[in-house]
């Protein structure tokens, strides 16, 4: 009967090692599968300046994620902290107070409008320098709703550029922010692929501009057309809460359709 006994102890020895085995075995691929989530996650760099501006569509799902509509403020500042910031404005933050609405429109007591306490328009960017003095500017915007939440998000990258051409990708409204940019942005263009004005015409209007179809002459005999961009064009949460903006940009050809120069 003892040897019955200790086979007994055994294979209840056995079953429990077996038992402990199979856990740790769980616990290690639930680890496992928690680490490769993380590693996930991990795997977008913080520091925007490792990707190239054509990488944009493939981290903006991501980016966006990290800042879920309903996100608090606080959580939000916490959030962007994570990433190494430029200066906006003189801030790491720049942030703006929105009008108070009620029933979709504006606030007014004793004939003023009324300024939200918790409603604002937030921005912060990350420049990156790139060769041939261009840079990317790596932006986030978000408005905050009366409660204190994000109730839109945007994430946009734009060109500062002085030689936009050499960086040999074609040209999106997208990346552009502003009349003086988008005057530098042609100037590249034309000086360093397209010095006829019918063939930079063409490919300004591919690129989503609107180069008007008649010049008018300048005092010298050269000849003037203008390049209109419509901000509605552009995903700005910025323009959205201000008026429109339809920025012309003046491009002067020789009386031979050579370009000449391109300013704002």
Same mark, same amino acid.
């Given at each position: 009967?003892?040897?019955?006994?200790?086979?007994?102890?055994?294979?209840?020895?056995?079953?429990?090692?077996?038992?402990?085995?199979?856990?740790?075995?769980?616990?290690?691929?639930?680890?496992?599968?928690?680490?490769?989530?993380?590693?996930?996650?991990?795997?977008?760099?913080?520091?925007?300046?490792?990707?190239?501006?054509?990488?944009?569509?493939?981290?903006?799902?991501?980016?966006?994620?990290? #800042?879920?509509?309903?996100?608090?403020? %606080?959580?939000?500042? $916490? &959030?962007?902290? *994570?990433?190494?910031? +430029?200066?906006?404005? =003189?801030?790491?933050?720049?942030?703006?107070?929105?009008?108070?609405?009620?029933?979709?429109?504006?606030?007014?007591?004793?004939?003023?409008?009324?300024?939200?306490?918790?409603?604002?328009?937030?921005?912060?960017?990350?420049?990156?320098?790139?060769?041939?003095?261009?840079?990317?500017?790596?932006?986030?915007?978000?408005?905050?709703?009366?409660?204190?939440?994000?109730?839109?998000?945007? #994430?946009?990258?734009?060109?500062?550029? %002085?030689?936009?051409? $050499? &960086?040999?990708? *074609?040209?999106?409204? +997208?990346?552009?922010? =502003?009349?003086?940019?988008?005057?530098?942005?042609?100037?590249?263009?034309?000086?360093?692929?397209?010095?006829?004005?019918?063939?930079?015409?063409?490919?300004?209007?591919?690129?989503?501009?609107?180069?008007?179809?008649?010049?008018?002459?300048?005092?010298?005999?050269?000849?003037?057309?203008?390049?209109?961009?419509?901000?509605?064009?552009?995903?700005?949460?910025?323009?959205?809460?201000?008026?429109?903006?339809?920025?012309?940009?003046?491009?002067?050809?020789?009386?031979?359709?050579?370009?000449?120069?391109?300013?704002?």
């Amino acid at each position: 009967m003892g040897w019955i006994r200790k086979m007994a102890k055994r294979i209840i020895f056995a079953v429990l090692v077996v038992g402990l085995l199979g856990s740790w075995g769980v616990m290690a691929a639930q680890n496992a599968k928690s680490l490769s989530n993380e590693e996930s996650k991990t795997m977008l760099s913080k520091n925007l300046c490792d990707y190239a501006i054509t990488d944009y569509e493939k981290i903006k799902p991501e980016i966006l994620s990290m #800042f879920p509509i309903g996100m608090s403020e %606080e959580e939000l500042r $916490k &959030r962007l902290a *994570e990433f190494p910031l +430029s200066e906006a404005r =003189g801030k790491k933050i720049y942030e703006q107070p929105l009008l108070k609405i009620e029933n979709g429109q504006r606030v007014v007591e004793n004939g003023e409008v009324v300024w939200s306490k918790k409603a604002k328009y937030l921005f912060a960017m990350i420049e990156c320098k790139l060769p041939d003095n261009n840079k990317n500017r790596w932006s986030f915007e978000f408005l905050m709703d009366e409660s204190g939440v994000i109730s839109e998000n945007i #994430f946009v990258v734009s060109v500062d550029d %002085e030689n936009f051409a $050499k &960086r040999n990708i *074609e040209l999106k409204v +997208s990346y552009l922010a =502003g009349s003086t940019i988008i005057a530098k942005v042609i100037s590249s263009i034309a000086t360093e692929n397209y010095p006829d004005w019918n063939s930079l015409r063409d490919y300004l209007s591919a690129s989503g501009l609107s180069p008007s179809k008649k010049p008018t002459l300048t005092d010298d005999g050269n000849k003037s057309y203008t390049v209109y961009l419509n901000s509605d064009l552009l995903d700005s949460l910025y323009l959205k809460i201000g008026p429109g903006v339809n920025w012309r940009i003046t491009v002067i050809v020789d009386k031979n359709g050579k370009f000449i120069r391109a300013y704002r």
